[in-house]
């Protein structure tokens, strides 16, 4: 079994910035891709960041220049810094990894956390 932890949601304004920070555990012997997403209420889910497991970053449009994604390999966590916050960014963030459990496993499983709400007043 696999779990994921998000933390560091929570309430700021336009302009402010938070940092989100996922911590994988369980059965792990490898992580390889990371990734945060985030779904707002009516919209479907949308990939906000990823994160590859030798550290290439991808984003998306709306967030390229004010995010950041990175992870530490060694305690297995994954972190999200949002600078520059917009009220548009507000939405639950979901933390996902790609996680091999097992030696007979090739590129892993997907795990999801259950989620951080950051709300950005305006």
């Known amino acids: 079994q696999v779990q994921l932890v998000e933390s560091g949601g929570g309430l700021v304004q336009a302009g402010g910035s938070l940092r989100l920070s996922c911590a994988a555990s369980?059965?792990?012997?490898?992580?390889?891709?990371m990734a945060w997403y985030r779904q707002a209420p009516g919209k479907q889910r949308e990939l906000v960041a990823h994160?590859?497991?030798?550290?290439?970053?991808k984003y998306a449009d709306s967030v390229k220049g004010r995010f950041a994604i990175s992870r530490d390999n060694v305690k297995n966590m994954v972190y999200l810094q949002m600078n520059s916050l917009k009220p548009e960014d507000t939405a639950v963030y979901y933390c996902?990894?790609?996680?091999?459990?097992?030696?007979?496993?090739?590129?892993?499983?997907?795990?999801w956390g259950q989620g951080t709400q950051v709300t950005v007043s305006s």
């Open positions: 369980g059965s792990i012997l490898s992580i390889n891709s």
């Open positions: 996902a990894a790609w996680v091999v459990t097992t030696i007979r496993e090739i590129n892993g499983n997907s795990y």
């Open positions: 994160i590859s497991s030798g550290g290439s970053t």
